[in-house]
Nanobody, 123 residues
Framework: QEQPVESGGGSVQTGGSLRLTCETD????????VGWFRQTPGKEREWVAF????????SYGDSVKGRFTISRDPSEITVYLDMNNLKAEDAGMYYC????????????????WGQGTQVTVSS
């Protein structure tokens, strides 16, 4: 299938860590962009990070730099988002999305979206 599938969401305390997973098997392009976005009710969707599957180039939103890491499994099917030192404002529905290069941190550059996985951060 082309639609990515997210998993790994859950509840964590402030300062904790969580790993999200995005399965990208079936996408028709050899090199593409995999992005993570998040959204909370009443707010616009926010770009978190992306990775270019060919060059492995990564980029992050300012609010997560130094705390989150996006990477791709050697199997070239799975993309991870490792989230450390989580804050209350990191809570939300996290979406994985696929797009065609050049990669940019805007949702209009991504045309295949997963259903999302929920992240809750409590103090």
């Amino acid at each position: 299938q082309e639609q990515p599938v997210e998993s790994g969401g859950g509840s964590v305390q402030t300062g904790g860590s969580l790993r999200l997973t995005c399965e990208t098997d079936g996408y028709q392009y050899r090199s593409y962009c995999v992005g993570w976005f998040r959204q909370t009710p009443g707010k616009e969707r926010e770009w978190v990070a992306f990775i270019h599957t060919g060059s492995r180039y990564t980029s992050y939103g300012d609010s997560v730099k130094g705390r989150f890491t996006i990477s791709r499994d050697p199997s070239e099917i799975t993309v991870y988002l490792d989230m450390n030192n989580l804050k209350a404002e990191d809570a939300g529905m996290y979406y994985c999305a696929l797009g065609i290069p050049p990669c940019r941190g805007v949702d209009s550059k991504f045309d295949n979206w997963g259903q999302g996985t929920q992240v809750t951060v409590s103090s």
